[in-house]
Every structure is written in structure tokens, then in C-alpha cells.
């Protein structure tokens, strides 16, 4: 809370009221569109004044980005604006997306970088580049806390109804491991978010959610799920970023190590992990 209120303050002291109005917008957005807040035109305002950028987020994945009484939270939103405060840059504020969108809202300039908990892979690194890594992770099965069912191994998830958020690391999973294997392309079941996966897993409607392990273990805390075994991905996240603009990724990677050196990146992980 105080670190939020912190950056908001160093915000508001940065820069004048119309810019204000938009990332007042921007943190308060009600999720999904994410359109009203345009790109934030990184380099374009003006010779005297620093650059301003806008990130996209999709909240529903604790502890790295959730919405807590309306108000956008989490490591990755703390982290981000720590790591943009080490910059020449200044933050323009948050947009909100479903997780699958935020690619092709990066590339549309709508915003002009993702911190999602987005996992460093091939396949997006063609569409787009990532800082250095800052966080790592597996996927993990989560099953209902109850349960007659612990499945200990992929193979066991034969003929179940799984869940996964669209567009993630976790979806595939299943769709390269499972799907067509042990399950059939009806078994799976893709959620525009986790929240609505962890819900009908709770529900009965999807037997085990495949989801990073930081997330799984934040579920479990709250609610009566828990993880029945990992699945190893050596996962790596990084913030993304346009493949053109070099010079914001080089901006947040120096960033990311000021963060590091100062000890500012093991508060936040004491904060939100409590590690
Ligand atoms: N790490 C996974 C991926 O990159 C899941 C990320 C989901 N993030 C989110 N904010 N919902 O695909």
C-alpha cells in the first residue's frame, strides 16, 4: 500500500493535471478493454521533459497482479513502477487486459510495456522482446482441497476436465501434453482468466488447473485448493517490450539491476511472497 501511494506521489509531483486525469483512469479501469488510455507515445513529449510510458497488466494473478477493493495491486505492479523510477522515464499509469490480449496491445502501441507475469519464450520473443528475466517458475496441477482425486503425474490427469487461462504457459501445457493424449480437445477448458478456472474447479466443473506455482501456492492460501504436484517448465518472466525500442528495454534492464543493488527487489519479494 504505502510503496503505491509512494510512486503516486512522486507521480503527482511529475508531471500536470490532464496526464494526471489518464493514469487515475488507467489504475481505475474496470478491466478487460483497457482502451481508453491510449499509448503513451514513448520519446514524443517534448525536448525538456522525460519520456512517459503506459504498462499493461491482467489482474486475476496473485500475488503478481490482482484487483483489492478496486485497486490494482501486486509484486509485479510494485515492481514495475520501482524499476520505471530508475529510469529517465515517467509512468503514465496502468491498462487492464485479459491476459491474451496484452501482446497485440503492445504492438498496436496501446501501451508500451507488459508486466503480467508473462513467461520468456520462442515463440513470443518473434512478436516481441523481453527485459531480463526477474522472476522464475513451474507450472503447477492444482486440484480441489477435499479431494478424492491427487493425481501425481500428467498421466494421471487422463480423461479429466482441466482448466487453464488462455494464452498461457499453462494452456500449453495442456494442449502439448495432454490434449489428444491423455485428454481430448473438449477436456480442456480455457478461461479468460485464473480466477474463473480456480471458481469451476471449486465448482466441480474442471477437475485440475494447470497454473504457475507462485499463483497455485497464493490460491491455496485463500481458498480450498491445493497443489497436487509440479510440473517442471524452468520458466523465466520478463517484463515485455516492443522489439523496436531499444532504448526502453535497455532503460528497465539498468532499472531492474538499480532495483536489485538497493535491496528494493527483496522487499517486494518479502512483501508479496513473504520469502
Ligand atoms: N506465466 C504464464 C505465461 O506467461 C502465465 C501468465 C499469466 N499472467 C496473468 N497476468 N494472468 O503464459
Redesign the pocket.
Given at each position: 500500500m504505502s510503496d503505491r501511494s509512494l510512486s503516486r506521489r512522486q507521480y503527482l509531483t511529475s508531471v500536470g493535471g490532464a496526464a494526471v486525469t489518464l493514469s487515475v483512469a488507467g489504475c481505475m479501469g474496470d478491466g478487460g478493454s483497457g482502451s481508453g488510455d491510449g499509448g503513451g507515445g514513448s520519446g514524443s513529449t517534448g525536448t525538456e521533459q522525460a519520456p512517459s510510458i503506459t504498462a499493461g497488466?491482467?489482474?486475476?494473478?496473485p500475488p503478481?497482479?490482482m484487483k483489492e477493493g478496486g485497486e490494482l495491486v501486486g509484486f509485479?505492479i510494485d515492481l514495475f513502477e520501482a524499476v520505471v523510477s530508475e529510469t529517465e522515464y515517467q509512468f503514465d499509469g496502468w491498462s487492464e487486459f485479459e491476459?491474451d490480449s496484452?501482446i497485440p496491445a503492445l504492438t498496436n502501441n496501446n501501451i508500451d510495456a507488459i508486466a503480467?507475469?508473462?513467461?520468456i519464450?520462442e515463440k513470443?520473443d518473434e512478436t516481441i522482446d523481453f527485459t531480463d528475466p526477474y522472476y522464475s517458475?513451474d507450472q503447477a496441477i492444482v486440484v480441489r482441497e477435499d479431494g478424492d482425486f491427487s493425481p501425481g503425474s500428467l498421466s494421471d490427469l487422463a480423461d479429466r476436465p482441466i482448466g487453464a487461462?488462455k494464452?498461457?504457459?499453462?494452456?500449453?501445457v495442456v494442449q502439448d501434453e495432454l490434449v489428444g493424449d491423455e485428454i481430448t480437445q473438449n477436456q480442456y477448458n480455457a478461461y479468460d482468466?485464473?480466477v474463473l478456472a480456480i471458481q469451476d474447479l471449486q465448482n466441480g466443473n474442471v477437475d485440475a488447473v494447470v497454473?504457475?506455482v507462485p499463483?497455485a501456492e497464493t490460491f491455496a492460501k485463500n481458498r480450498p485448493v491445493e497443489i497436487a504436484f509440479v510440473y517442471e517448465t524452468g520458466?523465466k518472466?520478463g517484463f515485455g517490450v516492443r522489439t523496436d525500442d531499444d532504448e526502453l528495454t535497455s532503460a528497465l534492464n539498468s532499472g531492474l539491476s538499480a532495483v536489485r543493488e538497493s535491496g528494493r527487489y527483496e522487499e517486494l519479494t518479502q512483501k508479496w511472497f513473504g520469502e
Open positions: 497488466t491482467a489482474p486475476g494473478f503478481f497482479e509485479d491476459f496484452l503480467a507475469g508473462m513467461t519464450n513470443r517458475s487461462q494464452g498461457t504457459t499453462g494452456e500449453g482468466n485464473y497454473i504457475d499463483v520458466e518472466f
